[in-house]
């Protein structure tokens, strides 16, 4: 089978992501916006332009013109957020190609909702990590929305408790609970702190990441003002790193603001070594947290609340049983290709 990949960027998620979905066995090609060595097949430079309707109409156009030349069976948006803004335009030139698009946020929003419904119509499938998304969209499309747990995409990086700690240079024997990824503004850092601050048992922080929206002089002030004994890596931190970080906890704090309609990374391998996850209660991770019983939900923006859940957490750790486990291998990145192919 011959698949034709799409992609905006390599950076973050991208490139991780693209690797777990790959299979080898296919004959794939990429348009992508630079090259790497990282994946197995031909591949189109590309650059994306965000924010012009006619370079995006290009972009599409050159897509189109690559689909005709390669022969390709499947032409795969893997980030189909790019398509919110431009509704869709263009996607009906891909007529004689099964045509999907992988949507990785779903907010609830009246523009979004009509732009995936205008999409949806010149489409063949579409998949989304967002449990209950089909809910979004009128239910003469539901049966186009694949469901797909997001993939573990660091099953390569293994670390017990132990070494995990030594690792990042860790001794203590209280619980610790790790904020892990790029100190975003949808990370609520700032009510996590608040309720940290309230939290009467005793723990060690860890927060590793690239300061954006928080930045680095602000995070250090806050880390004082808990006094409790902590790890801060206040950079972009390697795919090892992420790992180490992700082990090394007892709980994986994801209490992200109302705003976050997309899945977790920090969640998703966190699961993956059985860790008790604090998060809020709305959208995807709440989904996951009331389904799977995989740890505490708090109302979103909630300082009482999000205390009240880390400090259940610290409590009662959760106890993965037979059926968490099934999550767990619907996460690997083994299950997700598999899944994929069976769309394609």
């Keep these: 089978m011959k698949i034709l990949y799409v992609d905006i960027s390599l950076s973050g998620h991208h490139l991780p992501y693209l690797k777990a979905l ?11 916006p630079e090259k790497t060595s990282d994946l197995k097949g031909k591949t189109y430079i590309i650059k994306y332009e965000r924010y012009d309707i006619i370079s995006y109409l290009k972009w599409i156009e050159k897509i189109y013109r690559i689909a005709i030349k ?16 431009s509704f869709g335009i263009g996607l009906g030139k891909f007529k004689k190609f099964k045509l999907i698009v992988s949507f990785h946020r779903m907010e609830n929003k009246m523009l979004k909702n009509l732009s995936r419904i205008l999409i949806m119509k010149k489409i063949q499938a579409m998949t989304t990590h967002i449990m209950g998304s089909e809910n979004l969209l009128p239910k003469q499309y539901r049966y186009k929305i694949h469901f797909i747990a997001y993939p573990s995409v660091l099953e390569n990086y293994y670390f017990t408790i132990e070494a995990a700690r030594k690792y990042l240079n860790i001794s203590t024997k209280n619980p610790v609970i790790s904020v892990v990824g790029v100190m975003a503004e949808y990370k609520s850092l700032d009510v ?41 890596i206040l950079r972009f931190i390697t795919d090892e790193e992420f790992a180490a970080c992700i082990a090394a906890a007892d709980i994986i704090a994801v209490p992200y603001s109302k705003a976050f309609e997309g899945t977790s990374g920090p969640m998703t391998e966190g699961i993956r070594l059985k860790k008790t996850i ?35 957490a610290i409590k009662y750790p959760v106890v993965y049983t037979e059926f968490m486990d099934k999550l767990i291998q619907s996460q690997t990145t083994s299950s997700f290709r598999k899944n994929m192919n069976n769309l394609y």
């Design 192 to 232: 996590l702190f608040d309720a940290l601050l309230q939290v009467t048992l005793p723990y060690y922080l860890v927060i590793a990441g690239k300061p954006t929206f928080y930045s680095e002089a602000y995070i250090k002030q806050r880390l004082n003002e808990i006094s409790m004994p902590n790890t801060a």
């Design 278 to 312: 604090v998060g809020s209660e709305h959208s995807n991770i709440g989904e996951y947290i009331k389904s799977y019983k995989i740890g505490y939900s708090a109302i979103a923006g909630n300082i009482y609340s999000l205390t009240q859940a880390i400090e259940n």
């Design 70 to 85: 390669e022969h390709v069976q499947v032409v795969h948006f893997v980030f189909g957020d790019v398509l919110y803004k």
């Design 22 to 32: 790959t299979d080898f066995n296919n004959d794939n090609i990429y348009i992508l």
